[in-house]
């Protein structure tokens, strides 16, 4: 079966420094890969989504950037963080005739 | 554009009482439809979902069903238990879009024993 992995689980950092969060799939190939990002109280946001390698498609513009050097990895950067890059980031994807998506567990990020 | 609305939460009901959470769509073309639920501190799982109108989706008591003319996909179980309790998201998704889905503001249910 298909797993997906985030990693950190939590982040805490401060405003203006580097960010790297990592999402890798296991069970699965040539997936498409998403990342989500729900602030609080709100609902989800999709920020990228990757259908191959080196494809990334952005829904939302900002200071944020994502990489998909591998099949199975999927990484959400950003060269600077602002207090409202903070969130709950889930990273997906998607799989079924019908294209559902599944879930990782998220990071939980703080930016102070 | 396409988009999903949910009823506004937070949503509280003692524990054995009936849930309905509306959910109705705005959608370009032909798309499939979806529950999630979120437990605290968790990542989304997936409910239930429906493909084609009059589809019913069912999952753990919980039942929606694909309706075409009202554009709509209301959440419903019958009898609600404590454990229920968490954030539910629908979602569609379009054909031809890299399977990405478009997400209500999710709504809040609190189950009280």
Known sequence: SQTIHQWPATLVQPVGSPLSLECTVEGTSNPNLYWYRQAAGRGLQLLFYSVGIGQISSEVPQNLSASRPQDRQFILSSKKLLLSDSGFYLCALNRGSSYEQYFGPGTRLTVT | ?113
């Open chain 2, 1 to 113: 554009g396409d988009s999903v609305t949910q009823m506004e939460g937070p949503v509280t009901l003692s524990e054995e009482a009936f849930l309905t959470i509306n959910c109705t769509y705005t959608a370009t073309g032909y798309p499939s439809l979806f529950w999630y639920v979120q437990y605290p501190g968790e990542g989304l799982q997936l409910l239930l979902k429906a493909t084609k109108a009059d589809d019913k989706g069912s999952n753990k008591g919980f039942e929606a069903t694909y309706r075409k003319e009202t554009t709509s996909f209301h959440l419903e179980k019958g009898s609600v238990q404590v454990s229920d309790s968490a954030v539910y998201f629908c979602a569609l998704r379009l054909y031809n879009q890299g399977g990405k889905l478009i997400f209500g503001q999710g709504t809040e249910l609190s189950v009280k024993p």
